[in-house]
């Protein structure tokens, strides 16, 4: 449980919209999280939420190695389009947890003999992934979130929220473009990790992705969502606007 010591917010104007920005500081790992409210949440049913992992390297930078900065983006999209959602960000993950200058090294690895994401790992001596979401799971709480329609590629991620007392109504799936950068990463996630990529063919090469749940139309805001739909827009991946 949060204790309103460890818990501040304000709001977070953005591009597009005006997001209630809830920070805290979980009593169970240390770590200050971050979670980004959209809209009136309601009796907390079905709310559409997206759980990310710190990841710098792509969120910041738009490192085209993995496709964590384009989920972070077009998770913000969806959940704009819906007008009601929240995104909890989870500091602590980076490399699924091993750290930064672990994560850096692995990438060496991976450069350098080949390894995938998860030989890279197990090379070293580190675990393939321990990422704790317990954090996410308070904050859901905390809001008053019942139970979820989850942005996600993992079916690890639906069964670790569960444990944790979040009720995962759907999965709905947040697949981004496979390219010559990103592809060899994906195909692993697919391969080893198990996670849900249909948009891959069978040799792991780019593919269209298949429209598996209807996608939210976006709105027109105004007023306190800080003007309209075109004046506000995020940039879109990959754009010099968005400094990638």
């Known amino acids: ?29 240390s770590h200050e999280h971050l979670a980004l409210v959209l809209g009136e949440l309601g009796d907390g049913e079905d709310v559409l939420v997206r759980v990310h992992s710190e990841c710098v390297t792509g969120d910041v930078f738009g490192a085209l190695r993995c ?12 959940i704009l389009a819906e007008g009601r959602g929240m995104l909890v960000y989870l500091r602590g993950h980076e490399g699924r947890g091993i750290g930064l200058v672990n994560k850096v090294s692995t990438q060496l690895l991976q450069d350098e003999q080949g390894l995938d994401t998860v030989d890279s790992a197990t ?14 799971a308070r904050v859901l709480r905390q809001r008053g979130v019942r ?36 592809t060899r990463y ?15 063919n069978g040799d792991g090469a780019p593919g269209k992705a298949p429209h598996t ?16 739909e075109s004046e506000n827009r995020l940039p879109e991946p990959g754009s010099a606007e968005a400094g990638e």
């Open 67 to 78: 496709e964590c900065g384009d989920q972070l983006r077009a998770a913000l999209d969806a």
């Open 186 to 200: 994906l195909t692993a996630k697919r391969d080893r990790l198990g996670h849900d990529l249909p948009h891959l």
């Open 213 to 228: 749940e209807p996608a939210p139309q976006p709105r027109s805001r105004s007023g306190a969502h800080g003007g309209s």
């Open 123 to 136: 090379a070293l001596g580190l675990p393939v992934d321990v990422r704790d979401y317990g954090p996410a």
């Open 1 to 29: 449980m949060l204790s309103h010591t460890d818990v501040a917010e304000s709001d977070l104007v953005l591009r597009r919209a005006t997001f209630r920005c809830v920070a805290f500081r979980d009593p169970v790992d």
């Open 147 to 182: 139970s979820v329609r989850l942005l996600s590629n993992n079916p690890a991620k639906v069964r670790a929220l569960e444990e944790h007392g979040i009720k995962v109504a759907t999965r709905v799936p947040l697949l981004v473009a496979a390219h010559a950068d990103n």
